[in-house]
């Protein structure tokens, strides 16, 4: 690449650069390259090298000498964009700095979650009531297809109601690749892994059943049929359970620590009216407030309860300013991370400035993809019917079977290990 700035970069010897030979003292730290003031270390170079080898240098020899100049190269190059981006000021600008506020404010929230709630869910006794409401007693088998809108989920529906099976329906629509190329079929899952927005109405199907309209998640719309529902042994999966509950137990006593705080500090909120100025306190409590233009107004009016919404977006704000009252602001982990991202958006910046590119729409993007259809539009199908078990002599009797005539859907009804296709006899379509 072009680099923008003449800056002094002084590159230690081969030999330490290939780490191939150790001396008995070095002084600490060995550095191996001067970037203006900043240095890269022995250490630094190990840790971007990690990085940089599982994503933009994946594949290269990390022992060749080769690879490691080019990784000191791109480590070289991107502090060069960073200082660059330092002198133009960039991390100024009001969409980085929003965006930073945001980080931090997320990482000192967590900073005092884990705090507060670091000793809830050791006590035990109440887990196994947990997993009889929580939903871990039970088991479900899902088949869906996920479309991006509600128009196109009904005409999968349509095509269901013509007699089109629904596993070339997930392969040949679906926008879940994970599922979409095994016939939209996912593994058996425990009833309190299903989706919240969409439990009730799965659970109010009998197996075999697909709920007559689109189901919307945080995912996409979908079209869903409930296979089968058994009893989950929670025996051989306790160790999901047992997550799941200091999960809950977490939350829970991070929400009454909440509470408490909100209570103590006289958090008090306006109830939600149509157009507000900007800067109209919508809450308000000891030394802080919460503008109009703090929150998304219109998100708000399409929730079932706005006022709690609303409470609880303020008491957010109010743990993030107890987090950094507490100094959470100041620790490490914080502060590396909110560096990072600085770094990472002044690059990005500056790489646009420079490049003279803009953001790229969603409309775009989309144009851009029904343009070529051959890249991203339905691939060629075919449909494979398998029966899977753990045991050779077991698979070579079973073939034998098949190829007297055994019908092979019935084999893999009695025998198949694999749970996504053993109820529908083995099928399932792969995308080719």
């Known amino acids: 690449m072009t680099r923008i700035l003449s ?20 002084p600490e730290p060995k550095v191996v390259a001067i970037v203006g003031q900043d240095t890269i270390d022995v250490e630094e170079y190990g840790e971007m090298a990690t990085k940089l080898l599982a994503s933009s240098h994946r594949g290269k020899d990390p022992a060749s000498l080769d690879t ?5 190269d791109a480590m070289i190059d991107r502090q060069l964009l960073v200082m660059e981006g330092q002198r133009r000021r960039l991390a100024a600008s009001p969409r980085i700095a929003a965006a ?9 929230w967590r900073a005092l979650f884990d705090e507060v709630a670091v ?6 006794s109440g887990i196994q009531t947990f997993a009889s409401e929580a939903g871990f007693t039970e088991e479900v088998l899902l088949q869906h297809v996920m479309l991006t809108d509600e128009a196109d989920a009904w005409s999968v529906l349509e095509a269901l109601e013509a007699g089109e099976p629904m596993d070339v329906l997930a392969v040949e629509r679906s926008t879940h690749h994970e599922t979409g190329s095994l016939g939209g079929y996912f593994s058996y899952m425990f009833v309190s892994q299903v989706l919240p927005e969409i439990r009730e109405q799965l659970l109010s199907l009998e197996p075999g059943q697909t709920y007559p309209a689109p189901l919307t998640s945080r995912y996409g719309v979908h079209v869903f049929r409930l296979i089968d529902r ?11 359970v047992l997550k799941e509950f200091r999960v809950h137990e977490r939350s829970r006593a991070f929400g009454i620590f909440a509470d408490s705080l909100a209570d103590a500090n006289g958090l008090a909120c306006e109830p939600l009216t149509g157009d507000l100025p900007a800067s109209e306190p919508l809450c308000t409590w000891a030394g802080g407030q919460l503008l109009s233009s703090d929150v998304d107004l219109a998100a708000a009016a399409a929730e079932d309860d706005p006022q709690s919404w609303l409470r609880a977006k303020a008491r957010k704000q109010l743990v993030i300013e107890e987090a950094k009252r507490r100094g959470m602001a100041g620790q490490p982990v914080v502060l ?3 560096d990072a991202q600085r770094e990472e958006m002044m690059i990005d910046s500056l790489r646009r400035v420079v490049a003279g590119r803009t953001e790229v729409s969603d409309d775009e993007k989309r144009s851009y993809y029904e343009e070529h ?3 991203y539009g339905p691939r060629p199908s075919v449909r494979v019917d398998e029966v899977l078990v753990a045991d050779l002599t077991l698979a070579q009797r079973l073939r034998g079977q098949a190829e007297a005539g055994a019908p092979i859907d019935s084999l893999a009804r009695v025998h198949s290990i694999r749970e996504v296709t053993k ?5 399932m379509w792969l995308v080719t």
């Open 100 to 108: 930073l506020e945001q980080l931090q404010g997320k990482l000192v």
């Open 336 to 338: 590396d991370k909110v």
């Open 423 to 427: 109820k529908g006899g083995g099928a």
């Open 230 to 240: 058994r009893p989950a042994d929670i025996e051989s999966r306790w160790d999901i």
């Open 373 to 375: 259809p051959e890249l």
């Open 119 to 124: 000793d809830a869910g050791l006590d035990t």
């Open 68 to 72: 490691k100049r080019q990784l000191l």
């Open 7 to 26: 800056v002094a970069v002084i590159l230690l010897a081969a030999g330490l650069l290939s780490c191939g030979q150790t001396e008995r003292y070095e």
